[in-house]
């Protein structure tokens, strides 16, 4: 009888207490009951709970474990043992407490686990309002998972309190309704049912209005925003996000970890990264004061990922290496491989090839030591990918045949599209154009097929109301065939009308979207024009550059016999001028007014060329030019050539138009043409044109170099580093230097 008192007693008190605050989230360790009424011994595992969640369910396990003993060793103190042992009402709230501790650990099924014994016992000593409060912490346990069942499960789950209420064996109060509306709003968001979320929390936010002394008008505003961040509307999830921030009471409710945490992914998705990196910040600062290093740890990677996405690779490391410290504490192997996955895949966008195969080779070794079978195809297609860019096209292959297995085995289109996109490429590059048409055949049918996946997986809720829609609209059409049989006359001629004005409508459409095209037709062409040249003087810039390389520097690519030909007179001069006067011109004068001498410098230079001259705009101080010449041409006449016009060039400021010239010829080497390709002969140019500034620094007055290999000069020579390569074929003398003046006052080193 006195043990059935103090339960009892407890039963009443506890009721004030039946539903906390709601933390809603699919990653964060959520708080649905952190003010459960738990024996004094058992304070300390709420402290714990977010922070060391394996220490809480000890300390549980302990405190039970000592009860039991007690039990057992006094059993002749019959009454003492009653007023002090735990009640069936204690025991629940202990059970719901170690359960929620599970969930905060990221172990879901063990904590479904303790809430499914508790609920097949259904013994009368425990009061509804506790077995409801389960059921609640169950659903919204579930609706935490990724997986379509565990959402079925849950929506099953709460339906059971919806039906205690329904027939009055429950009545819950205005903060229970209030937790009530968020888990079930949570859980048909979970099923893509956006418009049943929303108006779920709507409902919940008029019962935050009657719990003012809590946070849950806070938690309501998050839920909307997050409703809408789901949906892709970004502004106004940020806006709800900004109204949960002003309403919250108590900066130490988990909430505020959490909203920072959201806010910087929605404005990732809004390519904001400033304040993105600026709320993943304040969310890893919040984990950290708060002692949960798993959510630090997510922070930490959230914060690497945005990092490496706008190039700030060094940074992005120091906190994967930082999350990787933490993660081995909980010696989650899953998450471990991950991150080294990660890791790896920053190292490749790095250009570091050695540390990227280093990171990315462990990685695949753990998926596959570990089953990750996905992660593991990922890893085989980096490491191809990093293969490819090494020019290792066979080592590519053999991975990538491997990961083509293991696409077979999860059958996803999205993974063969990937895969049969670098076969295609390694194919190609290794000359096998039947594969690698097969491969790019191959690709077009995944991503088809990848595509049609898309818009087929549709949530389970969203196919029930699509199929009572479909038995809606056979009766509406059922009805309508009748009501058409009586005024077939009527109905005609209203049909054709609509018929009539659909045309017009279509007719419409069709000329304005033409219209719409031919205007982004115009402004392609207008921006690829502006791509090939350079704002300020109107010459061909690099990307034009890169386009006529191929065809007028490569003309004698294919004769052998090239030095005891006519093949002669396809020579190229390529002269790199660098425009020295334009920095004292840009540190004396206004932007606008230098801008504007480089515009008629530009018009002027275009006007002395000849059909045999091309003019490049290498950058904003350096221009190229490439002229078909003589094989024995004399560089001094093309070096005063280029002289004079910068002497006859006139303009409103009196200035010296220093200019230095560095000089070679195509092709470099004359019994071997094809052995130097355009870029390093460009590099070789860059060699030359810093000697020639050299000159003109030291002489005060506009110089000359040019650089040319003699003739039996053997390509073997020049492998490897161009730059140093070609100095020390300078300090050999296998390169000639010419210049305007005295060659021996250029320092090569």
């Known amino acids: 009888m006195a043990a059935f008192l103090v339960d009892i007693k407890h039963m009443i008190l506890r009721f004030f207490y039946a539903l906390a ?87 879901i099924d063990q904590a479904v686990v303790i809430l499914d014994k508790m609920l097949v016992n259904k013994t009368h000593n425990v009061p509804l309002h506790l077995r409801q409060q389960s059921l609640l912490i169950k659903s919204h346990i579930l609706a935490q998972s990724t997986t379509l069942a565990n959402f079925q499960l849950a929506q099953e789950t709460i339906e059971q309190v919806l039906n205690s ?48 002394l809590t946070n849950n008008a806070a938690w309501a505003a998050y839920a909307i925003g997050y409703n809408y961040q789901q949906q892709n509307k970004l502004t106004l999830a940020i806006n709800f996000y900004n109204k949960a921030l002003q309403k919250l009471l108590d900066n130490n409710d988990t909430l505020n970890g959490l909203l920072t945490k959201k806010m910087s992914q929605a404005y990732i998705a809004q390519d904001n990264f400033k304040l993105a990196i600026n709320f993943a910040n304040q969310s890893a600062q919040y984990y950290q004061n708060l002692g949960n290093k798993l959510q630090l740890s997510d922070s930490l990677l959230a914060l690497a990922s945005m990092h490496r996405k706008i190039k700030e690779y060094n940074l992005s490391l120091v906190y994967y290496f930082n999350a990787l410290d933490l993660l081995k504490i909980f010696d989650d192997k899953n998450r471990l491989n991950a991150v080294y996955f990660e890791v790896g895949k920053t190292y490749l966008q790095m250009g570091n090839f050695s540390l990227a195969e280093q990171y990315l080779s462990n990685a695949e070794k753990l998926f596959y030591t570990n089953g990750q079978s996905t992660l593991l195809l990922e890893s085989l297609v980096h490491l191809a990918n990093l293969a490819i860019q090494q020019q290792h096209y066979d080592t590519a292959l053999t991975r990538l045949n491997k990961a083509l297995v293991i696409a077979r085995k999860l059958n996803n289109s999205k993974q063969f599209e990937t895969v049969y996109l670098y076969l295609a490429t390694a194919y190609e590059e290794t ?231 560095g000089m070679v010829s195509h092709p470099f080497l004359f019994k071997y043409p094809t052995a130097i390709d355009s870029k390093k002969l460009l590099n070789i140019a860059t060699l030359a044109l810093s000697g020639a500034t050299q000159l003109s620094r030291k002489n005060k007055q506009n110089s000359w170099v040019q650089l040319s290999a003699l003739t039996y000069t053997q390509p073997a020579f020049f492998h490897g580093d161009i730059w140093n390569r070609s100095k020390q074929a300078i300090e050999k003398g296998l390169v000639k230097v010419i210049s305007s003046t005295d060659k021996n006052d250029i320092n090569w080193l």
């Open 431 to 661: 000359d096998q154009y039947a594969k690698a048409l097969d491969s790019y055949k191959q690709f077009v049918r995944y991503n088809k097929l990848s595509n049609f996946d898309t818009k087929k997986a549709l949530p389970v809720s969203n196919q029930h109301k699509e199929n009572n829609e479909i038995k809606s609209q056979k009766i509406d059409q059922l009805q309508k065939q009748v009501t058409k049989l009586k005024q077939a006359k009527h109905n005609l001629l209203i049909n054709v009308f609509l018929l009539a004005a659909i045309m017009l409508i279509i007719l419409y459409l069709y000329y304005v979207n033409n219209q719409k095209m031919k205007s982004q037709r115009q402004d392609v062409e207008q921006l690829e024009n502006n791509y090939n040249i350079h704002p300020n003087t109107g010459l061909n810039n690099i990307n034009s550059l890169k386009q006529y390389i191929p065809t007028p520097l490569q003309e004698a690519r294919f004769y052998s016999d090239w030095e005891y030909t006519d093949k002669q007179n396809s020579v190229h001069s390529c002269a790199i001028i660098s425009l020295d006067f334009l920095q004292p011109l840009r540190q004396k004068y206004s932007l606008s007014l230098v801008n504007k001498i480089e515009t008629e410098l530009g018009t002027y230079l275009l006007q002395q060329l000849h059909d045999s001259e091309r003019l490049f705009q290498l950058n904003d101080s350096q221009l190229l030019l490439v002229r078909k010449v003589n094989k024995n041409y004399d560089p001094a006449i093309i070096a005063n050539y280029i002289l004079d016009w910068f002497e006859q060039f006139d303009c409103q400021l009196d200035f010296n138009k220093d200019i230095s010239i």
């Open 21 to 107: 605050f709601i933390l809603f989230s699919t990653t964060a360790a959520a708080s649905l009951f952190n003010q459960l009424i738990l024996p004094n011994e058992l304070k300390r595992s709420q402290v714990v709970q977010y922070s060391q969640p394996y220490q809480c369910i000890q300390i549980i396990d302990e405190y039970l474990q000592i009860q039991k003993k007690d039990v057992f060793s006094a059993i002749s103190r019959v009454s003492k043992i009653r007023e002090k042992s735990v009640t069936p009402s204690d025991l629940v709230l202990i059970k719901q407490q170690k359960a929620l501790c599970y969930f905060y650990a990221n172990n």
């Open 165 to 212: 209420i329904a027939d009055n064996t429950y009545n819950p109060t205005a903060n229970g309704y209030f937790a009530l509306k968020i888990i079930a709003g949570e859980i048909a968001l979970n099923l893509n049912n956006y418009e049943e979320s929303m108006a779920l929390f709507r409902e919940a936010q008029t019962f935050a209005a009657k719990t003012p």
